[in-house]
Every structure is written in C-alpha cells, then in structure tokens.
C-alpha cells in the first residue's frame, strides 16, 4: 500500500498538471481583486484533481459508495459554481440535498453525542437537522478556510490524522486504507497549492473545499455514531477544533457588525493575521501548527481523564477564543505582546 499511497500523491500532482492547462478554456480560474492576495489568475482544478484519483482508488479498494457518489455529485455542483457562481443561496440548497441524500442512502445521523459520566446526551427527534446542520457546517468551515496557499487543505490533513490517530489510540480504524488514501490525495494538492512542486499552482476552488468539507464531515460522522460507533463524538470537536473556531468567531463578527454571517470580508484568523504583516506562508504554518497541538491536547485530555474534562477543556477554550475575537483591543493588546504590531485598527 505504500506505493499505492506514493501513487495517489503523484497522481494528484500530475492531474492538476494537466488540468490547469484547460482551465481557462472552461472557465475554472480565479482573477485576483481587492479581497484576494495572488497577483496572477489561478486554476481552479484542485478539487476536480483530488475526487477523481479518489474515484479510482475508491473503485480499487472496492470502498465506492454512497457517501463517495455524494461527495461526488457535490463536487460537480462546486465545478458549476467556480465557473459560473451559482451564489450562496443555490450553493447552501445543493449542500443540505446531498446531505439529505447522504441520510437516507446510509441510514447514519448524529442521535448521540455521548456520554458523560451518569449522563448520556441523545438528540432524539432533532439527530436529522443536527446531522444536516453539522455537515453543512463542516463543508463552509472548509470553505472559509480556503483563503491562503495550502491553509484549508492543510486544515483537513490535521483533522484526519487527528482522527485516525485517535481511531488507532482508543479503537480499531475502520476504513483505514481509504482514509489513509484520502490523507494522501489532499497532501498531493497541498504540495502543489505550496509550491513544493515544479506543477503550476492551483487552487481547490468550490468544488474542492465542499467535496473535502462534506468528506471529512461524514467520516466524523460514521466514526462517532452507529454503525461503526469506534470513538467517542467528544473526539469529533477536538479533531476539527480550529474550523470550527474560526467559523463561529467570523460568524459572531458578522453579526455583532449587523451583517450577513456569509458576507465576505477579510475578518478571518488569517486575513487577521497576514493583514497584521505575517506572510502567508508563516500564517499557513503557524495556524496548522496551533491545530496539531490544539487536536493532540484534546486527545491527551480524553485519555487521561476522560470525556467531560474533553468537554469542558473545548468548550473553554471555544469561549476564550470567541471572546477574544470580539474584543479588538484585547486582541490588538495580546498581539502587540507577541511583538506584532497592527497596522490599523479594525
């Protein structure tokens, strides 16, 4: 398997390649404006590279199913939407159909959310829209993140190694191969977004932050709840704990300035920060470096004392985080401390 895996990763690289060549031919670019940091139009073919080396390995493996075919389909609609922008209305309506799709192919939705000491949290009634809420969530978490070279696609192979990690620490990996497989087909695109390759650097696009947003939601998904039911869903926060700060702390923003959570703007973790005079690169490194140690304190918490100290470090360390965001003195004060020093006030 390891040199399925070496070919998964070239293969991904080489796709991209080629790809990138037809992209303006189809429409697939992306023209830099005053919200975008590249100075050159770029190839949105990454996530198109990503989901059809995982076509292949997933038919290889004989792992092709229905989350697969979803997780297709809403790759296809993300293509449309880099060519043509489908908006966020037509674009959030084709998220909670596949993920209703995705409910009824499988039969799996969020009814537990574990327990804790004496008490067992279940949703009952409300596991549906749960489930639909979480996945949707996760796929524009993603999305979000999708802002600098190598961050969103960096983001997704912290949480999965976080999450086979955990699978192999505290259970048994279930579709181990694949997911393994899957690590490696996003590492590929990484290594191209980075510029650690001779390829033209491309981008994810729409069709690559939904298709791998929707992916990393349902292996969650399937490793905290019935049937495969191998981890707890505490684990499920802490593997996936930056993307969630990230979007609650931009949502929270929006709101408090009185406008649309799904307004664009440059009031994410890392506009913040290369904004404040950090490259981009320092940016991607350091926010994936935080999300390691943040997934690998979460764990090394649930290991040694146990879910509800999980619960309550998280949702800590959630508050803190949503509060400081929201104070900009506070954040201009703390970042001054570290010795950046802000370039305007926000």
Same mark, same amino acid.
């Given at each position: =398997?390891?040199?399925? &895996?070496?070919?998964? %990763?070239?293969?991904?690289?080489?796709?991209?390649?080629? +790809?990138?060549?037809?992209?303006? =031919?189809?429409?697939? =670019?992306?023209?830099?404006?005053?919200?975008?940091?590249?100075?050159?139009?770029?190839?949105?073919?990454?996530?198109?590279?990503?989901?059809?080396?995982?076509?292949?390995?997933?038919?290889?493996?004989?792992?092709?199913?229905? %989350?697969? +075919?979803?997780?297709?389909?809403?790759?296809? %609609?993300?293509?449309? /939407?880099?060519?043509? /922008?489908?908006?966020?209305?037509?674009?959030?309506?084709?998220?909670?159909?596949?993920?209703?799709?995705?409910?009824?192919?499988?039969?799996?939705?969020?009814?537990?959310?574990?327990?804790?000491?004496?008490?067992?949290?279940?949703?009952?009634?409300?596991?549906?829209?749960?489930?639909?809420?979480?996945?949707?969530?996760?796929?524009?978490?993603?999305? %979000? +993140?999708?802002?600098? /070279?190598?961050?969103?696609?960096?983001?997704?192979?912290?949480?999965?190694?976080?999450?086979?990690?955990?699978?192999?620490?505290?259970?048994?990996?279930? &579709?181990?191969?694949?997911?393994?497989?899957?690590?490696?087909?996003?590492?590929?695109?990484?290594?191209?977004?980075?510029?650690?390759?001779?390829?033209?650097?491309?981008?994810?696009?729409?069709?690559?932050?939904?298709?791998?947003?929707?992916?990393?939601?349902?292996?969650?998904?399937? !490793?905290?709840?019935?049937?495969?039911?191998?981890?707890?869903?505490?684990?499920? +926060?802490?593997?996936? #704990?930056?993307?969630?700060? /990230?979007?609650?702390?931009?949502?929270?923003?929006?709101?408090?300035?009185?406008?649309?959570?799904?307004?664009?703007?440059?009031?994410?973790?890392?506009?913040?920060?290369?904004?404040?005079?950090?490259?981009?690169?320092?940016?991607?490194?350091?926010?994936?470096?935080?999300?390691?140690?943040?997934?690998?304190?979460?764990?090394?918490?649930?290991?040694?004392?146990?879910?509800? #100290?999980?619960?309550?470090?998280?949702?800590?360390?959630?508050?803190?985080?949503? !509060?400081?965001?929201?104070?900009?003195?506070?954040?201009?004060?703390?970042?001054?401390?570290?010795?950046?020093?802000?370039?305007?006030?926000?």
């Amino acid at each position: =398997m390891t040199m399925v &895996y070496a070919a998964i %990763i070239a293969s991904v690289i080489g796709l991209s390649a080629v +790809l990138s060549k037809s992209a303006p =031919m189809l429409g697939l =670019m992306d023209i830099p404006n005053h919200r975008k940091q590249h100075a050159n139009p770029t190839a949105l073919v990454g996530g198109i590279s990503i989901f059809t080396v995982m076509l292949v390995f997933s038919i290889w493996v004989g792992s092709f199913g229905w %989350i697969v +075919l979803c997780g297709l389909a809403l790759g296809v %609609i993300g293509v449309v /939407d880099d060519a043509i /922008d489908l908006g966020v209305r037509l674009r959030l309506t084709a998220q909670v159909v596949v993920t209703l799709l995705a409910i009824a192919g499988t039969g799996v939705i969020v009814d537990q959310l574990g327990q804790y000491g004496s008490v067992t949290l279940s949703l009952g009634f409300f596991g549906l829209l749960f489930t639909v809420f979480a996945v949707v969530g996760v796929i524009n978490a993603f999305n %979000i +993140l999708d802002g600098l /070279d190598g961050l969103a696609s960096g983001h997704v192979i912290v949480s999965l190694i976080s999450l086979f990690v955990a699978s192999v620490s505290f259970s048994e990996p279930v &579709y181990s191969e694949w997911l393994l497989g899957f690590i490696c087909a996003v590492f590929g695109f990484w290594l191209v977004n980075m510029r650690f390759t001779p390829a033209p650097k491309v981008f994810l696009g729409d069709a690559g932050s939904m298709f791998l947003g929707f992916v990393v939601a349902w292996l969650i998904i399937g !490793y905290t709840q019935s049937p495969w039911n191998v981890l707890h869903p505490v684990l499920a +926060l802490w593997c996936l #704990a930056v993307p969630i700060f /990230d979007t609650a702390a931009v949502v929270a923003r929006r709101l408090k300035a009185g406008r649309s959570p799904f307004a664009p703007d440059r009031l994410h973790l890392h506009h913040v920060l290369v904004d404040l005079g950090v490259s981009s690169r320092a940016t991607v490194i350091t926010l994936l470096s935080v999300a390691a140690v943040l997934n690998a304190s979460g764990l090394a918490v649930y290991a040694v004392f146990g879910p509800t #100290a999980a619960l309550v470090m998280f949702s800590l360390c959630f508050v803190g985080f949503v !509060y400081f965001v929201l104070h900009p003195r506070l954040e201009r004060e703390v970042f001054q401390w570290l010795g950046i020093i802000p370039r305007f006030d926000r």
